[in-house]
DNA sequence: CCAATTTCTTATCTTAAGATAACGTTTTCA
DNA sequence: TGAAAACGTTATCTTAAGATAAGAAATTGG
């Protein structure tokens, strides 16, 4: 485990700003409970059985989740730089992880583990800012999982797709397009008719 | 705007206990920025365009969330009695609505608006409860949608079905099965052949 | 209590997605 | 750099879902 450097440090404290701006002290106690976790190219950040035990930012690349139903390898999502990655239901539950995720490409994650976590949560200089910033992250990612239930409820797949193409433009400009496919919740030989029948 | 009952309180106060309690001082303060609102059956909590100025818990009765997509009904979500109801995006951010939240039986909520929420936020005798409290309610329909999304990716409708029957027993005995059809994302005609599918 | 509405099923037809395999292209990495 | 793996498209066949309509059963509400 690899110590942080000041400047992934400041890359992590100004994106964690737009939630919760944390002042000298407290910043020094925060980077206490902090960890540099580095992957290779398909390197698991956490896989099913385990607990997922810590919570993430990812400072540079890109991770999948991805599920294996009868051999079958199913991406759930993605998290790219200065996204936060977990397995979210393990991490605050203490169930093990139904899902994989794994490093697409070298990628180094800011890590808190659960233990750390949890004493943010009981350390008085602290409590009160991260309770809040752990509230705007979970309702953040609350909206986005909302809005892509209401997609799977509302939208066709095609429709689904063109949506993509305006507003996930990460996603498709540096995902495969099996992994996109399974995001939309189609196999990866439909996505291909998809495009074709939009061209058309 | 009726005033809460003792026993109205002492309902959302036990339930809110999973998450934070609340000492006497801290109650009395927390109670003046609760109310009480009334539904009548297809009354609507919220309907799209507006903002969703308030979260709510349900005291009695239900709820469903729908959309009007070419001027068909299409069910997204359903609140019971101690669920919450609200559309969090419109009420986190601010942004209209789009869908409609409608009471499906007489129905009392308990109800938070987005201006006493906030206020009870900036209350230095509340703020920190109140952020914990949003953080573990944000982090349970975090959850909850994050399952839903995964079913969508990883499951047939037949067998969201099936765990519905399992684990859904509330929504499969109280709703009409047009609803849950597009609650599991199919026509109820779908549905109706599932069902038969599943007889054989 | 009865007419109106809602709900569910069934049937038919159409459309699109899943499964599988083949093939050419691109990428990977040893 | 060259063999292997991964990727995207296309074709075929199968299966299931969507659209629509009709009719029976259940529920509702005046």
């Known amino acids: 485990m690899d110590a942080l450097s000041q400047q992934q440090l400041n890359q992590f404290r100004e994106h964690a700003a737009a939630y919760v701006e944390f002042n000298e002290a407290e910043w020094i106690i925060c980077i206490q409970h902090l960890a540099l976790l580095k992957l290779k ?6 896989v099913p059985g385990q607990v997922c035990k810590t919570i993430g930012f990812v400072l540079s690349g890109s991770v999948r989740y991805y599920h294996l139903i009868d051999g ?6 993605f ?7 977990s397995s979210y239901k393990s991490f605050l539950t ?12 070298p ?4 890590t808190v583990s659960k233990k750390n976590w949890d004493a943010m949560l009981n350390n008085p200089m602290l409590a009160y800012k991260i309770e809040r910033f752990g509230r705007l992250l ?8 909302e809005d892509r239930v209401t997609s799977f409820i509302t939208q066709t797949p095609e429709e689904r797709y063109l949506k993509l193409l ?6 498709i400009r540096r995902m495969p397009q099996h992994y996109i496919a399974n995001f939309l919740g ?14 058309v």
């Open 107 to 110: 990628t180094t994650i800011l």
């Open 41 to 46: 190219k398909k390197e698991h950040f956490v």
């Open 79 to 85: 998290s790219f730089e200065n996204d936060y990655v």
């Open 72 to 77: 079958k390898d199913i991406t759930n999502y």
């Open 186 to 199: 189609i196999t990866p030989v439909s996505l291909s008719r998809i495009k074709r029948r939009i061209l």
């Open 94 to 105: 203490g169930e093990p992880c139904i899902s994989y995720i794994q490093a697409l490409e």
């Open 166 to 171: 305006e507003s996930g433009k990460d996603i």
């Open 138 to 145: 979970a309702e953040y990612y609350l909206i986005c999982y």
